[in-house]
């Protein structure tokens, strides 16, 4: 049981940690190529999209990482599952702190109600998303050793 718990667990973190990767360099980047005002539409719309899932995915993650920490505290790799546990943690909390509150100004904005700075504040987001991708895939690399 523990076994088929950490496998899914580590894929679980593994396709966000995947999804998150795809934002930061695949989608923004096409948002940034498209004409006009279609970037910033695309990004309000990712983040109105992205933003109903994702908290969701973050703490479902954390929670698989806690119960496998926990079942598992006496196997090898406990230390890496804790230490991912940790990492997970920090992601939430630079989710909350940093990124939320952009994300939550500029899913609402349309090229005729966003502020003068929307660029700027879009890429304050974009260099916190790179940091808290940083993070997760060392979270996942720490699962992804755990089971071997």
């Given amino acids: 049981m523990l076994n088929a718990l950490?496998?899914?667990t580590t894929v679980v973190v593994g396709v966000m940690v995947g999804v998150e990767f795809s934002v930061a360099f695949v989608m923004n980047r096409i948002f940034n190529a498209l004409p006009e005002d279609s970037g910033q539409l695309g990004r309000?719309?990712?983040?109105?999209?992205?933003?109903?899932?994702?908290?969701?995915?973050?703490i479902?993650?954390?929670?698989l990482v806690a119960v496998w920490a926990i079942a598992g505290r006496h196997h090898d790799g406990a230390g890496l599952v804790v230490t991912a546990g940790a990492l997970l943690i920090l992601s939430v909390i630079m989710s909350i702190l940093l990124l939320v509150p952009i994300n939550n100004r500029s899913?609402?904005?349309?090229?005729?109600?966003?502020?003068?700075?929307?660029?700027?504040?879009?890429?304050?987001?974009?260099?916190?998303?790179?940091?808290?991708?940083?993070?997760?895939?060392?979270?996942?690399?720490?699962?992804?050793?755990a089971l071997v």
């Fill in 44 to 58: 309000a719309h990712g983040g109105r999209m992205l933003g109903a899932v994702m908290p969701v995915w973050y």
């Fill in 6 to 8: 950490e496998v899914f």
């Fill in 107 to 145: 899913k609402t904005w349309t090229p005729e109600n966003r502020p003068a700075d929307w660029k700027e504040q879009s890429n304050r987001w974009d260099r916190y998303h790179y940091a808290r991708v940083a993070v997760i895939i060392a979270a996942f690399t720490l699962l992804a050793a």
């Fill in 60 to 63: 479902g993650s954390l929670v």
